[in-house]
């Protein structure tokens, strides 16, 4: 056993570092090449064509705006949202977690689209309603703009934040503010001077995290950007590589490439941060009960706001889908509006075989996308807790570097790598490039239920007597099977919904929902692009919900209580 | 400073009930003692001192420091904590780990404002008391615990307030630097005579540190006093018993002797100290081990002469641990180690009655 382990391991990195790898490198080669097809005699022409373009100024800027604000704007909410649940008495605690978990049943691209029906200026539902009510000649609010990309951007990380600041909030030792009241520091004073500093490393994490997610945002610029002709990096690299323009894939590889290295550089950042902030863990009391903080009379205007924000996070984006999926076009609600409800989009949807096959592909993606990939990830998740080893300190690195890479410079990647071979236009390409793009998502899980499951546990089986293959079947999987559960969730949820690779890779016969769902938005098809959206959001949620039962599930069973 | 505390009371709700963590507390800290608040985990001790320094709000009564009342129910007083001028040793230590040592400890001069060349002197005067010199500019997290121990008590003291409370400080120690640090800590509180509030529930750390003792039970006092008084000379059974270990035995007064009580019990009649109980009254009788003495030969007044058969004979070290039947009661006792005794010996001892004890039944 022993013997086979570096073989393991070695071959493991084969595989993972061909995923993440081949991209990467077809990318460098791409950049320095004449063409798509052929790459040709050596050339910096790509560069010189990518990094003189005048517009490159004027989309530099827009992207350090947009991910720079939407960052911001993330971080900050996510901090006060994190200080009002874990520190002080605000009623209905139960609320955070839906605001946290929302991202994962709502897919970025249709939480775009639902603002865009809601703010866009022409018909947007919002911007109608108030126009009617004030008797104003124009929209009063432009979501097709810089703001209404940052607003809505932030918004979609806020919780990524979230989940990165509360835990760091939750277990502040409350002795370290304590202490500083104690000689002589007010709360504001405390909140400066220790709070504060102390979380600084957690904070910063999720301001980076958010930054590398808003510079790899491709849902939000797409549909609120373009109809305004505000283009970031994401979008412009698209355009290069779009059908239908002139597809230069050997400019986008050499722009593509300063965008994936600020992206690396900025994840060694991150995780260099959540290594400090494990540093600031001090020794742990008997935890006595922190002070909850009294709101007093903030406490229900506070609470307003709270409410405010989840209404506008969960119910609007999928009231403002289901209404525009039942009504025949654009139009305020009214009486008129529900008389004239049908389900007439739906039926469209329904039998329109474009969107079933991309329904079907989808489906068949996730499902198997998401069995390989949790397949290979329990394999690696095995080598990187069990044998420390150089080797498998490689394979660790390999395996989270596909994190830090943005879905459309992956896309592009492994376009240059696809061409030369037949797998070009099939779903298995894309197969490939989603488990690639997502590997991590799947490693996570398993790594930390790998850490569940102590050595000891198993050797005390093998000195019960029991041979190494049943110490497997009778140890190692069943405290393995909630790690498993919840990673094959999380990575089909992530494939049903996929959109930055796929608009890249996917092409006539390889469609999936959402490049369909993307379609349906450049020719207006609202009312079918709701429809289907419905049905996507349905199956994310039902496979989120799912993930959540057997969860509970496991626990209850593995606790006995 | 005096801390006085008058019928103080706080409510828990836990889990749908209602816990009385301080039950109308009345208590005097003299000035320049040490005062240790002592007991087992959820008393009420850690309240009472959370409540003194303000971080936790009680439901009724009223303290007052050094004459100023900090907080009253009646009056409607509420000092918040960063007006009332203390110094805190915690458990945890609370060292906040993105500063140095140095702006650990100035942390509460510069809070209040003062000159720059004054905080270095009294940062370093302060460093060198509690003999921690050339760390300063060190991460204080990445200190041993020991010296964490002596940062948290170095920002305690660097102010010079004229109460310090101490929230058991020694908890997160091992045995050894426990036992070294608990000396130190002595010897620093001796010097600078000041009050401090200890709380505890290491009743050799209370009985080695403390000028004066208040044992807690579920949120009240049950009774306070010197460490010796505490330790021999107790009143109640609960505090004889939880201040070190002790053979605990119902026994029924039978009248008085002179200087003593006498007593009827399962170990035979016994000559107790002396209490002002009338005959016929319940009580326990209380011998700690060590003054059970097997084969010590001593002559004695020819009282309390008590013969048993040593049923278990332990060895833990310094001395043996016997188990000791008389009649249906066992008792422990502790017996040099080399005493020629061994299981199932006949042994007769003798008790001195002034270190009978009578404690409430």
């Given at each position: 056993m022993n013997q086979s382990r570096p073989k393991l391991t070695w071959s493991l990195i084969a595989i993972v570092g061909f995923l993440t790898l081949c991209p990467v490198l077809m990318l460098f080669l791409g950049s320095f090449s004449q063409g798509l097809t052929a790459f040709g005699t050596f050339t910096l022409s790509k560069y010189a064509a990518a990094y003189t373009d005048p517009f490159l100024l004027e989309v530099s800027v827009n992207t350090l705006i947009f991910v720079l604000g939407s960052s911001l704007l993330s971080t900050g909410l996510a901090l006060v949202l994190a200080y009002l649940n874990t520190r002080t008495d605000i009623p209905f605690k139960s609320a955070f977690t839906v605001l946290s978990i929302v991202p994962m049943m709502i897919p970025h691209l249709l939480f775009s689209v639902s603002w865009a029906l809601l703010?866009?200026?022409?018909?947007g539902l919002l911007n109608t309603l108030l126009m009617n009510a004030f008797g104003l000649d124009e929209a009063p609010f432009n979501i097709y703009s810089l703001w209404g990309m940052v607003l809505v951007e932030g918004l979609l990380n806020m919780p990524i934040a979230y989940l990165i600041i509360a835990p760091a909030m939750a277990s502040f030792d409350v002795a370290l503010e304590e202490s500083s009241r104690v000689f002589g520091a007010g709360t504001w004073r405390t909140l400066l001077r220790v709070t504060l500093p102390v979380l600084r490393p957690a904070i910063l994490a999720a301001f980076i995290l958010a930054i590398v997610r808003s510079l790899a945002s491709y849902a939000v610029p797409r549909v609120l950007g373009m109809p305004g002709q505000v283009d970031v990096l994401a979008t412009y690299l698209y355009q290069m590589v779009a059908t239908g323009f002139t597809p230069d894939y050997g400019k986008a590889a050499a722009l593509g490439m300063s965008i994936l290295s600020a992206s690396i550089a900025l994840i060694v950042l991150y995780r260099a941060l959540t290594a400090e902030s494990g540093k600031?863990?001090?020794?742990?009391?008997?935890?006595?009960r922190p002070t909850v903080i009294e709101l007093k009379r903030a406490r229900i205007p506070l609470f307003i706001g709270i409410g405010a924000l989840s209404f506008l996070m969960v119910v609007l984006p999928v009231a403002v889908l289901l209404y525009t999926s039942l009504v025949p076009y654009s139009m305020v609600p009214s009486v008129r509006a529900f008389s004239l409800m049908s389900f007439r989009h739906w039926i469209e949807v329904i039998e329109d075989p474009l969107s079933l096959l991309a329904l079907k592909n989808s489906l068949f993606l996730a499902v198997a996308g998401a069995s390989l990939g949790v397949l290979l990830s329990a394999f690696v998740a095995y080598v990187i807790v069990k044998i420390r080893t150089r080797a498998s300190g490689l394979l660790e690195s390999l395996s989270f570097l596909s994190f830090s890479f943005p879905g459309i410079v992956i896309g592009i990647g492994f376009m240059w790598f696809f061409v030369q071979t037949p797998l070009y236009a099939t779903l298995t390409a894309l197969l490939l490039a989603y488990i690639a793009a997502y590997l991590p998502y799947g490693i996570r899980p398993l790594a930390s239920a790998f850490v569940q499951v102590h050595a000891h546990l198993e050797e005390s089986s093998l000195v019960c007597g029991a041979s190494n293959l049943t110490t497997m079947r009778r140890i190692i999987v069943p405290l393995l099977i909630p790690g498993v559960v919840s990673a094959w969730i999380l990575m089909a949820t992530m494939f049903v919904r996929e959109l930055t690779v796929s608009v890249v890779l996917s092409r006539p016969g390889s469609e999936v929902l959402a490049v369909q769902i993307l379609s349906f938005a450049d020719d207006g098809l609202w009312g079918k692009l709701s429809a289907l959206g419905i049905i996507m959001i349905a199956i994310s949620t039902g496979l989120v919900l799912l993930a959540m039962l057997a969860g509970r599930q496991f626990k209850s069973m593995q606790g006995g209580n | 400073m005096e801390i006085r505390i008058q019928g103080l009371t706080k409510h828990y709700v836990s889990e749908g009930k209602t816990v009385k963590a301080l039950d109308s507390v009345d208590l005097t800290i003299p000035a320049n003692t040490i005062f240790t608040l002592l007991g087992p985990s959820g008393c009420g001790k850690t309240t009472l001192l959370r409540c003194i320094v303000g971080l936790e709000t009680p439901d009724d009564g009223e303290i007052s420091i050094g004459g100023e009342v900090v907080w009253s129910k009646a009056r409607g007083i509420a000092v918040p904590t960063e007006k009332r001028g203390l110094g805190m040793v915690f458990q945890t230590y609370a060292i906040w780990p993105h500063m140095s040592v140095f702006d650990n400890v100035a942390y509460p001069l510069q809070i209040r404002g003062e000159r720059k060349d004054d905080i270095k002197r009294k940062v370093a005067q302060t460093l060198r008391f509690v003999q921690l010199e050339g760390v300063e500019n060190r991460s204080a997290t990445k200190l041993s615990g020991g010296q964490q121990q002596r940062v948290a008590l170095a920002r305690a003291l660097v102010a010079e307030p004229k109460v310090i409370l101490f929230d058991e400080p020694l908890s997160n120690l091992d045995a050894k630097l426990r036992e070294e640090t608990r000396k130190e800590l002595r010897s620093f509180m001796g010097t600078l005579g000041i009050t401090a509030v200890y709380v505890t529930h290491d009743r050799v750390e209370a009985l080695a540190l403390s000028d004066s003792i208040a044992v807690m039970q579920a949120g009240r006092i049950v009774e306070i006093g010197s460490p010796q008084k505490i330790y021999?000379?107790?009143?109640?059974r609960y505090v004889a018993d939880f201040i070190g270990r002790a053979n605990l035995i119902a026994a029924r007064v039978v009248g008085q002797d002179g200087e003593l009580t006498l007593i009827e019990s399962g170990l035979g009649p016994i000559a107790c100290q002396q209490r002002p109980l009338p005959p016929g009254s319940e009580a326990t009788l209380c011998i700690r081990p060590e003054f059970i003495r097997v084969g010590a030969d001593r002559a004695g007044t020819g009282r309390n002469v008590i013969s048993g058969d040593i049923e278990s004979l332990e060895f833990i070290g310094e001395v043996y641990e016997a188990r000791i039947r008389v009649g249906n009661e066992r008792l422990l006792a502790r017996i040099d180690p080399d005493t020629p005794v061994k299981e199932g010996d006949a042994v007769s001892f003798s008790l001195n009655p002034a270190h009978c004890l009578l404690v409430s039944a």
């Open positions: 703010l866009n200026p022409s018909n600031y863990v001090t020794i742990s009391g008997r935890g006595y | 021999f000379d107790a009143d109640h």
